[in-house]
C-alpha cells in the first residue's frame, strides 16, 4: 500500500515533504494501541510555511490548498512513525482542523475538504474519516491552517 499511496499522490503531482521536526516539547506522533496519533502538523509550501487569517488577508483558495498541505504533512508523518511502511495504515478515523479566521470567515468546513479530499484520495475508502474543523483567532507561527490526525494502523 505504501507504494501505492506514494503513487497515488505522484499522479497528482504530489510528493510527501519530510517530515517535520516538532517546534515544542512535544513528539509529532505516538502509538497507542491499534492507533498512530499525529500532532498538529502546519502548512509548508516550497519550504514556506503558510501563513494569515482567511478572510482577512488570505482567501478560501489559499486556505484549502494549505489544508491540503498539512494533509501531505500529516502522511509523512504517518510513514516516519511506521517505519516507512504506509501499509500499516487500515483507515484515517479523525482529522482536527484548526483554520486562522476572521470571526465573519464561516467556511472553515470548505477549507477542512482540502485535507479531507486528499486523505480520500491517497487512501480510497480508508481515508474517508469524521472531522472536525473550527474557526480560531491565532495558530503557531501565524499558521493559516493546523490539522491533527487520528489513524487506525495494523
Do not use: W
Amino acid at each position: 500500500m505504501s507504494d501505492t499511496i506514494e503513487a497515488k499522490l505522484a499522479d497528482l503531482g504530489l510528493t510527501l515533504p519530510t517530515p517535520a521536526a516538532p517546534v515544542a516539547t512535544y513528539a509529532p506522533a505516538v502509538i497507542a494501541g491499534n492507533l498512530l496519533h499525529i500532532s498538529g502538523q502546519l502548512p509548508f509550501d516550497d519550504g514556506a510555511l503558510m501563513t494569515g487569517r482567511v478572510g482577512e488577508d488570505r482567501d478560501l483558495d489559499y486556505a484549502a490548498h494549505a489544508a491540503q498541505r498539512c494533509a501531505l504533512m500529516l502522511i509523512a508523518q504517518m510513514k516516519a512513525a511506521l517505519g516507512d511502511d504506509l501499509s500499516r495504515v487500515v483507515r484515517i478515523v479523525k482529522l482536527g482542523v484548526f483554520v486562522n479566521s476572521a470571526g465573519s470567515f464561516t467556511d472553515q468546513a470548505k477549507v477542512a475538504n482540502g485535507a479531507s479530499e486528499l486523505m480520500i484520495a491517497a487512501f480510497g475508502d480508508a481515508g474517508r474519516h469524521a472531522r472536525s474543523a473550527v474557526g480560531v483567532p491565532v495558530l503557531p507561527l501565524g499558521a493559516v491552517v493546523e490539522i491533527d490526525a487520528i489513524v487506525q494502523i495494523g
